[in-house]
């Protein structure tokens, strides 16, 4: 028995028209029946096109400001009734229930109406009912009835029913169904989610996320395993709303690293620049402009800046562009580029540029979602930021202006480095990074041997951690990472605080003659 099912009655309800009188006018050219709700059918009509309105099919008028109008037996019973089962067409028969063999839906724009920031009422009247109801019942029925609630499939159904006699392939069916599903099920995520938000349930009894897919990757960390990359819908500027205006094809690791990058640049309001490998800096800068913060950065470590990704938190310029060319660079992103850097990037083909439209705000509220064995770990978004007022001075000397002002630099770039983390940094910019070690004073040692042959490269004299500030994203549990840092050179530290072994620490900072602030806020990062 073959599998096709002939398209003789479609019926459209939809909000976004992209596409509807293209699709319609090829269903009518085909004899094919349509029925439609109110505004669907008014664009059809006014595009010349015939059209039966729902009210009139059931006799039953829209109602209650458009919330009843598709809730009638002979739309569910159309869409439900199993072809070929003689009772279910006996009672569509007794009833007057006609076949409906392709449904066209697109729901109410609620994740729009939100995304503007509208108030509860307008929100909640944009739930849509029907549509899902009508969206679930055609997907249900998959084996006679297709289910299109996405534009961008219009173009297959309509291929497929050229090739087909005007009919269609199960196996359009039931991909057309799969994607329905998905389609309620995040629209409902997305209600849910909303409604967690309103009442101020940061963690509600149960969390659906829903994504839909941007683009589909080579692969993922490695070449045997299989990617994709999913937006989410929420508009914090950054690689989900990023335009690529050059460049080959962007890796898993090109966006988890360049998605680092970016939001460490913009963590701060002076022109800044950090640049990433392997998602930790191996350089951050502010500046008096681009391209003075982008020289500073570069210095830190300017072997593991080959192949990195560049972050700006300002406008790409040429004079900066300049300086990003000399060396091989993976991914460059910034909220806007001008023509003439453009230009200038075009010579380097495999340079992925990425303009975003705007900076995120690094102190707004927010999700992360890592995915263990068996679920989920979630957790609100490190938008912790300490500032000068809440600096608790816990050492004999205290820090200088100039000192003060690169330890909050030191701990906001702490905040961004993987854990262990230890930062030196002078006049705004980091000279030596340790990250990711087991032992905090192996991430002290590392940090200044990195900034000595930094130095021995640049023809410097001494490292730069000489007269430079130390940040440690948590506290030091002993004073020898504290005192390895003291070895480099450092005359200030800034750390959370909070160890059983405060005093020993204290008492070695004083006997260092280094000045030292707490935080009270740590910022691991695993």
Not at 144 to 154: P, T
Not at 302 to 311: D, E, H, L, N
């Amino acid at each position: 028995m073959s599998d096709l099912r002939p398209v003789r009655r479609a019926l459209f309800s939809v909000s976004d028209k992209t596409g509807l009188v293209e699709f319609a006018r090829f269903l009518v050219e085909r004899k094919v029946e349509i029925l439609s709700t109110g505004g669907t059918a008014k664009a059809m009509r006014d595009a010349g096109i015939p059209v039966v309105e729902v009210a009139d099919y059931t006799g039953f008028p829209e109602m209650l400001d458009g919330r009843v109008k598709t809730l009638h037996p002979k739309v569910h019973g159309g869409l439900l009734g199993i072809r070929g089962n003689a009772e279910h067409e006996g009672a569509m028969d007794a009833h007057g229930i006609a076949p409906i063999d392709l449904l066209v839906v697109n729901l109410y724009p609620f994740e729009a109406t939100v995304a503007k920031g509208a108030g509860y009422d307008e929100c909640v009247e944009n739930i849509d009912i029907g549509g899902p109801a009508m969206i679930r019942a055609a997907a249900k029925n998959h084996d006679g009835v297709a289910v299109v609630v996405d534009v961008a499939d219009y173009g297959r159904v309509m291929e497929e029913m050229s090739a087909n006699a005007n009919a269609t392939t199960l196996a359009l069916r039931k991909h057309l169904a799969a994607t329905a599903y998905a389609r309620t099920g995040a629209y409902d995520a997305a209600i849910s989610q909303w409604f967690a938000r309103a009442l101020g349930d940061t963690f509600p009894r149960r969390v659906v996320v829903a994504g839909e897919l941007k683009q589909s990757l080579r692969y993922g960390e490695n070449p045997h395993q299989q990617a994709a990359f999913y937006v989410t819908g929420d508009q914090r500027p950054g690689i989900a709303t990023a335009r690529q205006l050059q460049g080959k094809e962007l890796s898993y690791n090109n966006l988890n690293d360049t998605d680092a990058a970016f939001e460490l640049a913009a963590e701060f309001e002076q022109p800044a620049i950090a640049i990433i490998k392997h998602a930790n800096p191996c350089g951050v800068a502010i500046g008096g402009d681009l391209k003075d913060a982008y020289l500073r950065a570069l210095a830190c470590d300017p072997v593991s800046a080959f192949g990195g990704i560049v972050a700006l938190n300002r406008r790409l310029d040429a004079a900066t562009a300049e300086e990003i060319v000399k060396i091989f660079t993976e991914v460059v992103i910034a909220p806007e580029a001008d023509d003439d850097a453009v230009a200038l990037f075009a010579a380097k083909k495999n340079l992925r540029l990425l303009v975003t439209g705007g900076m995120p705000d690094p102190s707004a509220a927010g999700m992360t979602l890592r995915a263990v064995s068996g679920g989920y770990l979630f957790q609100t978004k490190d938008n912790g930021r300490v500032m000068l007022p809440e600096l608790k001075v816990v050492t004999k000397r205290a820090p200088s202006d100039r000192e003060l002002q690169d330890l909050l630099f030191a701990f906001r770039v702490c905040k961004h480095v993987k854990s262990n983390a230890i930062i030196y940094c002078k006049n705004g910019t980091t000279v030596g990074i340790g990250a990711g070690q087991m032992s905090r004073v192996d991430s002290s040692r590392i940090a200044a041997w990195k900034s000595k042959e930094a130095a021995d490269a640049a023809g410097l004299a001494q490292a730069e951690t000489i007269g430079s500030v130390v940040a440690s994203d948590a506290f030091f549990p002993f004073a020898d990472g504290l005192l390895a840092a003291a070895a480099a050179g450092a005359t200030a530290v800034i750390q959370p605080g909070g160890s059983m072994r405060d005093a020993e620490v204290i008492a070695a900072a004083d006997d260092k003659g280094l000045a030292m602030v707490f935080t009270g806020m740590r910022h691991f990062r695993h």
